[in-house]
């Protein structure tokens, strides 16, 4: 049980492009759904918190307007990366934590601008 | 700021040989959790420790968590080449949107057959 799916795995586009990706809770209800960023050798990042139902907290440092984030169900979060630039290149990770608060990790996005 | 640190960043052992990583925190945490990262993949969990706890074990890994030291050990014994990954640590702790990890720098572990 507890299985995340991230969607696409990996994703290569143009700059200035937007590109979205989809978390999915396949056999629970994620009320809270987290998104993380990690570039190369490096560690994790937490982005933005979203709730089922609400607007992301996003942490400090990260642009909501770039990085939309929607928890419409239990089982889907997205992220959309907005006019990606180059510099957006990296693993993008999310996270699903439901009653037992526990969090369970996809497993991952590489998106590439070009 | 980040709020853990591991050392060593890098560790490379002998198959068959003993791995010991060390995590520090800065602030009260819920449980300090361990995460493996094979390159380039997504997270695999491996153990959680929870406040009032010690020590931990699972299979050939044994967890410490010092909360007046505000630190935690990861030992994996009897090493294997598959152990190869990078190994996070990550704190648990409330924050205003309810319970969040925070993730430790990470240490590469290689094991040479």
């Known amino acids: 049980g507890a299985v995340v799916s991230q969607h696409p795995s990996w994703v290569i586009c143009k700059s200035g492009t937007s590109v979205k990706i989809e978390c999915r809770s396949l056999d629970f209800q994620a009320t809270t759904m987290f998104w993380y960023r990690q570039f190369p050798k490096q560690s994790l990042m937490l982005m933005a918190t979203s709730n089922e139902g609400s607007k992301a907290t996003y942490e400090q440092g990260v642009e909501k307007d770039k990085f939309l984030i929607n928890h419409a169900s239990l089982t889907l979060s997205t992220l959309t990366v907005t006019s990606a630039h180059p510099e957006d290149s990296s693993f993008y990770i999310c996270?699903?934590?439901?009653?037992?608060?526990?969090?369970?990790f996809g497993p991952g996005t590489r998106l590439t601008v070009l | 700021s980040q709020q853990g640190e591991e050392d060593p960043q890098a560790l490379s052992i002998q198959e068959g040989e003993n791995a010991t990583m060390n995590c520090s925190y800065k602030?009260?945490?819920?449980?300090l959790q361990w995460y493996r990262q094979n390159s380039g993949r997504g997270l695999v969990h491996l153990i959680l420790?929870?406040?009032?706890?010690r020590e931990k074990h699972s299979g050939r890994l044994r967890v410490t968590l010092d909360t007046s030291k505000k630190s935690s050990s990861l030992l994996i014994t009897a090493s294997r080449a598959a152990d190869t990954a990078s190994y996070f640590c990550?704190?648990?702790?409330?924050?205003?949107?309810?319970?969040?990890?925070?993730f430790g720098e990470g240490t590469q572990l290689t094991v040479n057959p």
């Open positions: 602030t009260s945490i819920n449980n």
């Open positions: 990550a704190t648990d702790a409330w924050g205003t949107s309810g319970s969040r990890l925070t």
């Open positions: 996270s699903a934590s439901g009653s037992r608060n526990e969090q369970f």
């Open positions: 420790i929870r406040s009032n706890e």
